[in-house]
């Protein structure tokens, strides 16, 4: 199980940027993916997250309106569209999956067995 997470950049506040997670080893639509953030200093936290069975999504309020997480079944690839940026959303993003199909998903971090290995994302002018 690998997961690949890019698209990360420099962006000015109010840009636009999208991430991607690109899995290997397994069908990505068969298990929850959540995407994660963390900044110098804090703790890792959930950002997003879709389930396998239903697609439902997930958001953490500071993104909601913001961040849309979407899933490419034919690609193996689920994204993260991130509009609005703010420089409070800078940090290192990673993807991650627990590994389970389930009809639910949690933006928690130590729910989740598998991780890529981060793309940051710098919001600055």
């Given at each position: ?5 890019s698209g990360g950049g420099l962006v000015q506040p109010g ?61 193996n690839t689920v994204y993260l569209q991130m509009n609005s940026?703010?420089p409070e959303d800078t940090a290192v993003y990673y993807c ?30």
């Open positions: 199980v690998q997961l690949q997470a840009g636009s940027l999208r991430l991607s997670c690109a899995a290997s080893g397994f069908a990505l639509d068969y298990y929850p993916i959540g995407w994660f953030r963390q900044a110098p200093g804090k703790e890792r936290e959930g950002v997003s997250c879709i389930s396998s069975v239903d697609g439902n999504t997930y958001y953490v309020d500071s993104v909601k309106g913001r961040f849309t997480i979407s899933r490419d079944n034919a690609k940026l703010k991650a999956t627990d590994g389970i199909p389930s009809p639910g998903c949690g933006m928690v971090p130590a729910e989740y067995d598998y991780w890529g290995q981060g793309t940051q994302v710098t919001v600055s002018s």
